[in-house]
């Protein structure tokens, strides 16, 4: 990008989007995203090769504009859902931050991610993924224009949502 | 571990269903969830002596294909033969019984044994083993000693690969019975065939098998538990436009719609409900077409309606929220794996098919808004079952408007179940589900017993 973000500045934001997650500040952890942000976390196939295309092909989540992710903060907080109630707790492990690539308008980072989430009837889960970032700029600050999560434990036990991967 | 003081007096499976139909009760042992002999019993004579899905024959298309899964407890594969057949087998080497097929799907023209080397056809015949010459004296070395074991019965219908590792079963026309009428419509809208769109999904969940399957049948606990589905979806249809086939039809999750369900026969169930908003499902675009080949009921069916359907012991169909096939497998008495597809028309155009994968993953998976639901009080039922001073589970909801045989809806699609009743949310069917569970289990018995 024009002004250089630094990978220590990156590895900050992911690390602070990991604190709003472990601490449920769900609305300011939406704010992190872009009005037409992306959030992704594509299927395996039969195969055991992730799945590359969302138009054609089956994802655990594909989410494109922030109004879907809203709405999941809205089911999770409703107190309605019997899986988020109560709410797991969560730790978000973030670790091998690197910076991809860096062009004119956004910057692509990858990070690898382990998070251990508790709650007292289901025990603890622990998720580990690799994820891909699309960061951008807007009035000055970093926004998540796409966040790609690739799981390690595609058979799942029980179940996931945004905030406990 | 015996899970229930009783168990020693067990005298019949007849113990675990309480059954009066004159006085409408409807009642299951809730022991039946957590008694690991009775798991062991339904191996043998539920999932091990009687048809059992496997698979859809577009994963074994081409000569050498194969798709790797259980039958009960036994590892087994799917394959296309060199000859064009298909042939199903017991995924252990003939020599010392290693795991031969370790992939879950593929091609190959011969299997090769990880352990010893010993090679295997696409016919499961044993054609060359390691070292012969140093091992066997040539009048000595029979291959066909090594051949893999068949499964006992294999057929498919529309598609629909099923098997059986017992040879004294009704013919697979003759299982599927009425439900043979729902699944032509699933698969006759495909202007070419039923395709299983690529991308799935495993999922373990601590219950036993039966609660997840009841929990099909079941619509009564929509509205309740899927309710935070709907308020999910209507908040963020207030925060950005969609139109059309993107729209989310929540009618049947929100108030009262005209609906049926029915025993279809042999512990098959199926359900409708009429949909609030057709425009809102990526079949609506093919109206026009399907309509010179259908004809007004069935057109009803596949528009106006959306289905479901359990094929017993581990077959579930559905088009509600979008187009899904299911299959499950007991892994132990208190777990169970879950795998789940996507299934669509081949060929359908590339805005429908996206949509129908959006509503597929807003809905199902253990990722979607509406699936980690089911599981979550599936595993709460599951703890509850320890309850034996509150053994019966109620199933009678519904039983006064039972009729026999097929309702106006059914008659219109040619379709002949068992028994009828005019809403969804009763629990009839999973009646016959129950019934079927204990003639299978007292069937078996008797046949182990001589």
Known sequence: MADSVSSAAVAEFLYREARLLDTRKFGEWLEMFTDDAVFWVPAVGMDRAYTTDPETSLNFIYISGRAGLEARVFRVESGGSLASNPL??????????????????ALQASANTQVVAFCEPRGQQILTA??????????????IARKKVMLLEYVIDGYFDFFTI | MKANGDLRNRRSFADY??????????RVDRSIYNDPEILEAEYRNIFEANWVFLCHESFVRNPGDFFATHIGRQPAFVVRKADGSLGCYLNACGHRGATLVTARIGNTSQFVCPYHGFCFDTGGKCIAVTAPRTGWSEQRLDLTEFDLTPIARLDSYRGLVFGSLNADVPTLREHLGAACALIDIWVAPAPQELEIVAGFSIYETACNWKIMHEN??????????HNNFAQAVTYREKRETRAGVTKTDTGRLIGRIESASYDLGNGHTAFWHKRRDPEA??????????????????MEWIMGRGRHMTIFPNLLMNDLASTHLRTYRPIAVDRMETIIWCIAPAGEPKEMRAARLRKFEDFFLPSGMATPDDVAVAESAQKASFAFDSKWTNMGRGAEFRVDGPDAAARELGMSPKASTNSWDHEVSMQGVYRRWLELMERGEERRRG
């Open chain 1, 88 to 105: 797991p707790h969560t730790r978000h492990l973030v670790t091998n931050v690197l910076i991809d690539s860096d062009g004119p308008s």
């Open chain 2, 216 to 225: 099909g049948p079941d619509a009564y606990h929509a509205p309740v538990v």
């Open chain 2, 281 to 298: 499902f990526p079949i609506y675009a093919q109206r026009d077409e399907l309509s010179k080949r259908f004809t007004p009921g069935q």
């Open chain 2, 17 to 26: 269903i309480d059954d009066r139909p004159e006085r409408g009760i409807f």
């Open chain 1, 130 to 143: 690799s994820c891909e970032y699309v960061l951008r700029k807007e009035s000055g600050s970093l926004r």
